[in-house]
């Protein structure tokens, strides 16, 4: 079994439980508000900010996500919505993140978050029609990475797939994968 099939299956119920999450039902729903979309991307920005600043510093690391990085689309959204530099750099961050120490933990950790770069398709198209934003202004991350989204999760699945099944990478990425689908899914739900 492949990597990506392995994280898949150890990771579905999962991927469902944070679907659930009254924040993540939120984007998808015509009574979201303004202030609701902001406080999500708030959310999304204090849990993923502190990981990419974790991945960066990593040398052989830092390569994997140069291209994947979101904590500027995130902080991009959060300024064109009205938010200061200030008040973003002063957003409450998550303490409890996942072990990003090598490159299975990190594998493990993208897989996740570029996973949800093809739910951020559908949630686009729901935010410019409810709230009126684009992804020019308001929605480059749930855009990611527009019409190459596809071929971005693809990419990153082969990348996936070259390595040895058997390897410790595998088991690191498995374990990050379910680490960062619980805490990303706890921190949505604390306010």
């Not at 406080?39 to 999304?44: A, I, M, P, Q, V």
């Not at 959204?77 to 002063?90: A, F, P």
Request: charged residues 20%; proline residues 4%; contains cysteine.
């Amino acid at each position: 079994m492949t990597i990506h099939s392995s994280l898949k299956l150890a990771t579905h119920s999962l991927h469902r439980k944070i679907e659930k999450n009254p924040l993540i039902k939120k984007l998808t729903s015509k009574q979201i508000q303004l202030s609701e979309y902001i406080l999500l991307l708030k959310k999304f920005y204090g849990f993923i900010a502190p990981c990419e600043a974790i991945i960066t510093r990593q040398p052989e690391s830092g390569r994997i996500i140069s291209t994947r990085n979101k904590t500027p689309l995130l902080y991009n959204d959060l300024i064109t919505l009205g938010l200061t530099s200030k008040e973003v750099s002063q957003i409450p961050v998550c303490q409890n993140l996942p072990e990003l120490l090598n490159r299975g933990n990190v594998l493990g950790y993208l897989y996740v978050i570029e996973g949800s770069t093809l739910g951020g398709q559908i949630i686009t198209r729901f935010i410019q029609d409810n709230l009126s934003l684009t992804p020019e202004v308001g929605i480059r991350y749930f855009h990611g990475y527009g019409k190459e989204t596809r071929w971005k999760w693809q990419t990153f699945c082969d990348t996936l797939d070259m390595i040895d099944e058997n390897s410790s990478v595998k088991t690191d990425a498995i374990t990050t994968a379910i680490a960062t689908f619980n805490l990303l899914n706890q921190w949505l739900g604390s306010h």
